[in-house]
């Protein structure tokens, strides 16, 4: 049985650790790419972004913040929190689960969860991706990485594997389960992409709130 204070505190361990080590590796993953793409699609080119899962605020929070958005990140590791308040000053952070905060409906025209959202138990999952789509205005979108089975070698999957020397949790359903369920919220799809960033293949969705 999935036990997720059990998944947060590892978490938490984990990400706390990498915050040590955080300048070392920071320039390992290229997401100019990405992040192009993703702005290139929006309808609304400038308001506030969610960025759930946000780490140190690299590089959305700060590309987004640069180009005059509001973000607001939420990230349940202190020590990484502690690197944004001095890499994005400017960005609102709460430190919190990504699942258990809240925020009114509409209250952002973008929303990002990168290498973030597969943390999450799948009941968890479906249940963030419906706040996501409570929480964007219309016409807002929202851009996420989804484990596969080319990372974790199984078509769905829920337990640990390592990273960067530590224990990780991660979960994931099939693409055609995850574009059943996006649909079934509401979202239109707007991309599955498969990436390969880092020596590491996931699949990058953006999908659309009309």
């Not at 594997?161 to 979960?171: A, I």
Request: negative net charge; proline residues 2%; aromatic residues 14%.
């Amino acid at each position: 049985m999935i036990n997720n204070k059990e998944i947060n505190n590892s978490l938490v361990k984990a990400y706390n650790h990498m915050a040590a080590t955080y300048d070392k590796n920071r320039d390992a993953f290229d997401m100019t790419g990405v992040l192009n793409d993703f702005y290139e699609s929006l309808e609304i080119k400038k308001g506030s972004l969610l960025d759930a899962g946000c780490g140190a605020g690299e590089p959305f929070a700060d590309w987004f913040i640069k180009k005059g958005w509001q973000v607001t990140g939420v990230d349940l590791s202190d020590k990484m929190l502690n690197l944004a308040k001095d890499y994005v000053p400017q960005m609102k952070r709460i430190c919190a689960p990504m699942q258990e905060v809240d925020f009114e409906d509409n209250s952002f025209e973008a929303i990002t969860a990168i290498y973030s959202l597969f943390h999450l138990s799948p009941d968890d999952q479906k249940n963030i991706l419906k706040k996501f789509f409570k929480w964007l205005k219309g016409k807002g979108s929202l851009l996420f990485t989804y484990a596969t089975k080319e990372y974790t070698h199984h078509d769905t999957f829920s337990g640990y594997t390592e990273f960067m020397g530590e224990k990780l949790y991660y979960s994931h359903r099939t693409p055609d389960e995850l574009e059943n369920e996006l649909t079934d919220i509401g979202f239109v799809i707007e991309s599955f992409k498969y990436r390969d960033i880092g020596n590491e293949t996931f699949l990058w969705v953006t999908v659309l709130k009309r």
